[in-house]
C-alpha cells in the first residue's frame, strides 16, 4: 500500500483489519458483537469509528442482496427459524387460515399395522388422539409424540390381543420414563430398526396412557399474529387448533398464581374433600 502512496504514514495492519471487519459483517451480520471482538483484538479505542463504520455499511449492502451466512444454514437444514417479528400480513389472518389439511389422527385403541403404516409414509412429529363414544361423537384427547410410538413399537411390551382390553402396559410391563427420553447422541430410535410380523401388525396399542392431554390449544379465530408470538416465545413445536368454545370454566389472572393465594386456594379445597 505504501508503494501507491510513498508520502503517506499508511500502516498496512489497519487495513487488514478493516478489511477482515467488512468480511465478516457482510456474511455474519452481526455487529455489535464483532466490533466487540475487533476491539478486544486490536486493543486500539481509535479503531471504534472506523471498524463501526466499514460494519454498518458492510452490513447494510449484503442485507440489499440475500440472507446471512447462519439463516442460510437454517435454510439448507430446513430449521424453521422464526423471526423476532411476524409478517405485517399476519395480522389480516387467523389461525384456520394456514390449515393446509386433515390432520393425521389416531384412535385411542389403534391397530398397530396403522400406525407402523402412518410413521412410514408420514413425517409428522406429533399426532392427534381422538376418542369415539358411544353415540358416535368424538373428543380431542391429546397428543401423542412420533418418538413415544417408535419405543411401544419397539418394545412390543403394550400390544393388546383386543381392542376392548383396558390397558395398564405402561406400568404392568416395566416401561419407565427413561425409555421414552431423547437420546443423548445419534439420531436415537428409526422406523427401520422396528421388526413387526403379520401377528403382531394385527394387535392393538392404547395410546392413551402415552398422551399429552394438556398441550398448547387456541381457537380457530385467534389472530395468526398471536400465534406466531406463542410459537416464538414458547418454543412451540406444534399448536392444535380447536373450533371455537362455547363453554367457559373460568378465568386465571395473575394474582391467581401468587404462591400466596395458591396455598391458600388449595388448602380451602383440600379441607372441603
Known sequence: MSNYAPSDNLDEGTYALLGTASFLGGSMRTTVSLC??????????????LIMIVLLVSKTVGDM????????????????????????????????????????????????????????????NSFPVIDTHEDGSTSFYGLVLRGHLLVLLRSKQSFLLDPLQVSEAL??????AEDFGKPGSGKGLKLEDIELTE?????????????NRSPYIVPESMSLNKAYMLFRQLGLRHLCVVPKPTHVMGIITRKDLLPQNFSERNVSQTSLV
Open 36 to 49: 466487540v471482538i475487533l476491539l478486544e483484538l486490536t486493543g486500539s479505542l481509535k479503531l471504534l469509528p
Open 65 to 124: 442482496f440475500n440472507s446471512g451466512i447462519y439463516d442460510a444454514h437454517n435454510q439448507l437444514k430446513g430449521i424453521p427459524y422464526l423471526e423476532a417479528h411476524p409478517e405485517e400480513a399476519m395480522r389480516h389472518y387467523t389461525a384456520k387460515d394456514i390449515l393446509v389439511s386433515e390432520p393425521v389422527k389416531f384412535s385411542g385403541v389403534e391397530r398397530v399395522e396403522r400406525i407402523y403404516d402412518t410413521l412410514r409414509t408420514t413425517n409428522h
Open 199 to 211: 401377528e403382531e401388525q394385527g394387535m392393538f396399542l392404547d395410546l392413551h396412557p402415552l398422551a
Open 171 to 176: 406400568n404392568k410391563k416395566q416401561l419407565a
